[in-house]
């Protein structure tokens, strides 16, 4: 049974805190040792947004967000929601997965929920219909019972995600959420997360899934070395950035694109060729395709989020 | 939810947890049931343990011995099992065996079999041998039997204890060892399970969740950690014993030395403390006051706000201080005047 995930916010979170408003990192800075983790990062996420948070491995993702939920202490920076520095209290209403996993591993799962759910200040009788609630949505209903440890890796995933969320939280920070799991389980998880962003939650996720990320993200920052190198929405990302030519010949030789700064030729038939050309004057390079053979495609496409990506962190 | 909430559910849950494992009933089992043993056995064998004084005769005793062998048993908190053995050597037999503790020989002399005698049994043999030498004595004076018999048969004098005796004195020693034992185990036991909880929440990230929803001290005091960090969002830190230190923030980049701050200025030290990676926001008291030392270059600062407001700088005092080491705040007091031992001057 699928429930929608507006209908299930209902009442309000149960932490009493309403306020709607961007989270906003500012100027982050950490260090460890001679390390600087976060080196000025700063960002924001609106609510009602999915925002991907991206970056090679060592970029100080996790640093930003355990910074976010409080359990680091910053350098130097501020992490603000709703235009006032975040306070404790203010926690309550965040949910957060870490990126392992952050469960009693003998617990039983329907327990550790309202567990959690009661550390966010939700009272016993609603922490459980909450989880099980949660747990229904997740399709993992019938491993309420179940100890965490005999479950899959999936299986632990979608019980981390529901301890994020069993307090119904207004921004969620997830830390490699889609980690393990199966095809079904991220288009699942996904979708939930589409439907609390949709319901005005503020959703934060880390994901080296950078399809997934360019799928299900409005906004996307990129992150290197503790700064962010790249950000804004995805569209808009996209658009700016260098447009890749495809084309497809026929009838030509090999010397026509000779001079152009072509990424991949592809022989896809016999006497046809496939160009991919990046940062040339599409004109220029339609009329001499057409000029030495009959073009049979031709594609002005814009660059996927990893090609930004790599653009942005590559070496 | 309020600090007392959130400890009374987290140890709700670890109460709970441990309920549901089975080593937990197991170990708690069998502590009680060593718990009742160390009460129930010594009590049981400090009964048993009164002990029976096997005497046995050769030829004539005199008369009223045997009554007096049996009060000395009891003065000594047993009893006493007389018989008449045939002979010496029927007696020495017997002695050898263990089937006898000691032998009136003809009511003059007492036998022990003196390797391994037991102390109770070479006590009652001292008592009867001093009685059978005063029945001599006695005989000798002319006294008549059955007046020596009467002189034996007299009630003793009491015996007063300036301090009462409890009842079974060994049993109660018992207890206490076996308690102490227990307490121990039961100590060492619950600690086992407490530290293996707590390495189950640090094995895994658990412990980031609940630290998320709950602090680890709340509220504490505040202090230069907790300034800088709070800092906006508490108008003011208000440390029961030390100067007001509020607004505090790092502006450093981590590369440059510290500005304000001098070689032998003094400062005022506090510790910050960290556990793991987890930079905890939990600062101790008061370290000392005291002069920079070392490359003012290790010191990271944190610059006042404004004119009036205290600088600080924290020094990490490990290789690392991402580990579980710590490192010193330094906040250069307002009054640079201040002495080695005077508290620095409190702010506005």
Redesign the interface.
Known sequence: MSVSVAAERTGGPPHGRHRAGPLELAGL?R???RT?ALDGLSFTVEPGRIFGFLGPNGAGKTTAM?IV????????G?VRWGG?????AD??A?G?L??????????RVR?QLA??A????VTAGQAAAAGDRWLRRLGIGAQAYARVEALSHGNQQRVQLA?ALVHDPQVLVLDEPFSGLDPLGIEDMAGVLRELAHAGAAVVFSSHQLDLVEDICEQVAIVDRGKVVLAGAVHTLKQRGSPTLVLEVEGAGADWYAGLPTAAVEHVAAGRVRVTVCDADPQVVLDRARAAGQVRRFALEEPSLSELFLQAVGP | MSAAAAVRLVAAREVRERGRSKVFWVGTSVLLAGVVAAIVVPAMLGHYRQQTFRVGTVGAAPPGLTSSVIADAAALGGTAHIRAVGSAAAARSALETQALDLVIDGGTAVVVRGQNTDPAAAGLAHLVALDLAVRARLRAAGLPADRIRGTFSAAPAPVRSLIPVTPGTEASKAIVVAGTILLYLSLATYGSWVTSGVLEEKSSRVAEVILSAVRPREPHPGGAAHSWHDAESTPAIRPPSLPRLRGLRDTSDGRSGPRGLERGQLVEFRRLHHRLDMRMAEDLPLAGLGAVEGDARDYRSLDPLGPGWPTAMHRPYGSRDDTFIGCLIAVVPGDRDARPGQRPQQLP
């Open positions: 800075r260090r460890y040792g600087a355990r939920m409080g359990i680091e202490l910053p350098d130097a501020a006032r520095p975040l306070s404790h926690r309550l965040f957060y870490p990126e392992q996993r952050g469960l009693y591993p003998k617990m327990d567990y959690l009661r550390l966010h200040g301890a």
